[in-house]
């Protein structure tokens, strides 16, 4: 066997985008726009959120608070990376970083699928059963859902690196995408992967695909047990944003992690889709559609121009 097969691999490169410098240049501004962008909205809804009284005794409020947290989380674990990428001409990651990229990839990733649910059963309570929402969705109640959905995806981000480290990595070292995944990563073991790739899927891509399932479900129940063209006209202004959000989120990781590893052209602008576009949007999305929202911030910035 020729030696250079049987080294481990200690580090991967990443493929990036472009290796034309002009090309990254343009690309750096741009993703610096994205980022700056995902800080400044999701930052303003948690401020926001925690110096009004009301919004930070909502349980849907509260619940949003956490989900730019989680956005800010998501987005930090690659952009940062691919930014510095675009400066430089060779895209290297050391083995532990890929991991530990990796990990926190679907540690904050799975953790937001799940909190997604939570909103979703949020808003079923809500409009469902009105009179007894309060009590049912007590801050203790959101704060269990809230510590579980970070539970889940510590357990569902740990399967998926043991399986990952388990394997060998002694070849090919080239990432094709600007991140450490799973689906990219295990392509480069020097093993058969049929069996850890079946078990990966069956993990990402049933979370992915079920909590999907779920959400829609509870929001088709929300609108038939609406009677009035009224009731649903409301509850489909107050479902729109988050029906948004999840068909954001939930498609393209369905797409990227509900099939067999193999490779496609789009992989690379679909995975910006959830790492980057996603964490940017969810603040717009919720905050122009949200009267209580842009109310809110309307008056913290009062506070703070009068300060």
């Known amino acids: 066997m020729d030696k250079n097969q049987t080294e481990v691999v200690r580090e991967f490169f990443l493929s990036g985008f472009s290796q034309t410098s002009s090309i990254e240049a343009g690309l750096f501004v741009l993703f610096l726009f994205f980022y700056v962008s995902t800080w400044v909205g999701n930052v303003l809804i948690m401020v ?51 991991i530990v990229q990796l990990f926190f990839l679907h540690f904050i990733g799975a953790a937001e699928m799940f909190l997604l649910t939570v909103m979703a059963y949020d808003r079923y309570v809500a409009i469902c059963h009105p009179l007894h929402y309060t009590t049912v969705m007590s801050r203790g109640l959101c704060c ?118 193999s490779t496609f052209s789009v992989d690379k602008m679909v995975s910006v889709l959830y790492n980057v576009i996603t964490p940017m949007l969810n603040p717009l999305i919720y905050t122009l559609r949200n009267k209580e929202v842009k109310s809110a911030m309307q008056k913290l910035w009062v506070k703070i121009i009068t300060f």
């Not at 730019?68 to 083995?95: G, M, Q, R, W």
């Open 144 to 261: 269990v859902l809230v510590a579980a959905s970070w539970i889940g995806g510590f357990v569902h981000s740990t399967v998926q690196t043991i399986l990952t480290i388990c394997l060998p990595f002694c070849g090919p070292n080239q990432v094709n995408n600007f991140f450490c995944d799973v689906p990219p990563v295990i392509k480069l073991a020097c093993a058969d992967t049929f069996v850890t790739e079946l078990l990966m899927v069956s993990n990402s891509g049933l979370i992915s695909t079920i909590s999907f399932v779920v959400l829609i479900s509870s929001y088709t129940t929300i609108l038939v047990k609406i009677r009035s063209k009224e009731g649903r006209r409301k509850a489909l202004s107050t479902c729109a944003s988050h029906l948004m959000v999840v068909t954001l989120f939930f498609g393209p990781c369905i797409f990227i992690y509900a099939r067999p590893f």
């Open 48 to 98: 926001t959120v925690a110096s009004d009284k009301y919004l930070n005794s909502s349980p849907m409020y509260f619940l949003l608070g956490n989900l730019s947290f989680l956005d800010l989380c998501y987005s930090t674990v690659t952009t940062p990376k691919l930014l510095a990428d675009f400066l430089n001409h060779e895209k290297l990651i050391s083995y532990d970083q890929c």
